[in-house]
């Protein structure tokens, strides 16, 4: 018997599983990305997939009705498992306003659009409250926000935007409406040309290293190393476009920014490690469908 909404879903990327459990659905979802950590509850989830490739025997064993994925970099995991008869669904949300429309989506997709239209409203709602934290401060600070060290890659367009909503200034602002990362790539030489006042990196699946990013040629008389602007923000709080950015990684950004704004220095997790807002994570649901 085919249930009226799909009820056995895999998530191939960590942001639609995060939604899920937001919307209080995690009793339907079935197999995960093996990069999900959040909510630590997800990672008891048979793990089925990294971002480019997936075991897809397994996905089909759990004979889902719905698989949920983003970017065209899995457009062939997507492909082959539509050859398998798996339906599929992938996304493409590269700005905010699409962050929050895919969350409508999602719902839509899974019967719970009411419930789906309060977590975007009040992801939005997070947004405009964090904005309007940061709105008199003394300056905008020169921002670059790196997504990854060799090559140099500038933050994604998600990332970009929250920097500039929460009172900062991209300095690579330009590019971020390039679909791919090769399109924002730098020279190091051409960041220190641009002067940030504060360097905030968050490496994929690496942690970021201030030995790294002050010995880079030319860096010494960038201001962010001669001040010691120098932060790190953990990849799955900010690299996912979905609701962990809008939250927890939108938190971090604004505590970073309000901090270089005023000439505060936040603290080290440890000696020799960059910055960190530390926040603590949250996460919120909004009742099951």
């Known amino acids: 018997m085919t249930t009226r909404y799909p009820s056995r879903i895999v998530c191939l990327t960590e942001e639609t599983t995060e939604t899920l459990y937001r919307l209080g659905l995690d009793d339907r979802i079935v197999g995960v990305s093996g990069f999900t950590v ?8 048979p793990k089925v997939s990294s971002f480019l490739d997936a075991d897809f025997e397994q996905i089909v064993a759990l004979k889902p009705d719905l698989v949920l994925g983003f970017s065209d970099l899995q457009a062939t995991l997507g492909a082959e498992l539509a050859r398998r008869g798996v339906p599929v669904m992938l996304f493409n949300q590269r700005s905010l306003a699409e962050i ?3 969350i409508r989506l999602i719902g839509g997709l899974v019967g719970a659009a009411p419930q789906a239209e309060a977590l975007a409203d009040s992801l939005e709602r ?4 964090l904005a309007n934290e940061n709105a008199s401060l ?5 921002v670059f926000f790196e997504e990854w060290h060799e090559p140099l890659i500038s933050g994604i367009r998600w990332c970009s935007e929250l920097v500039e909503r929460l009172g ?11 679909q791919g990362a090769k399109g924002r790539i ?3 030489a051409e960041i220190a040309r641009r002067n940030p006042e504060v360097v905030i990196a968050s490496w994929c699946g690496r942690k970021a290293t201030r030995e790294k990013i002050i010995s880079r040629p030319g860096w010494a008389s960038v201001r962010a190393v001669v001040d010691d602007q120098l932060y790190e923000v953990k990849s799955p709080f900010i690299l996912q476009p979905g609701p962990a950015a809008l ?21 080290a997790p440890r000696p020799g490690d960059l910055r960190s807002a530390n926040l603590a994570p949250t996460f ?6």
Not at 138 to 142: E, F, I, L, V, W
Not at 168 to 178: L, Q, W, Y
Not at 248 to 262: E, H
Not at 284 to 289: L, M, N
Request: hydrophobic fraction near 35%; charged fraction near 30%; aromatic fraction near 2%.
């Open 38 to 45: 959040r909510p630590p509850a997800a990672r008891k989830k």
């Open 168 to 178: 900062g200034e991209d300095i690579c602002v330009e590019c971020r409406t390039e």
């Open 186 to 188: 730098y020279e190091p």
């Open 126 to 129: 997070g947004l405009d409250a």
């Open 247 to 267: 939250t927890d990684g939108a938190a971090q950004l604004a505590r970073i920014v309000r901090a270089v704004a005023t000439g505060e220095r936040l603290a």
């Open 100 to 102: 929050l429309q895919t």
């Open 284 to 289: 919120p649901t909004v009742g099951a469908a």
């Open 138 to 142: 003394p300056k905008r600070p020169r």
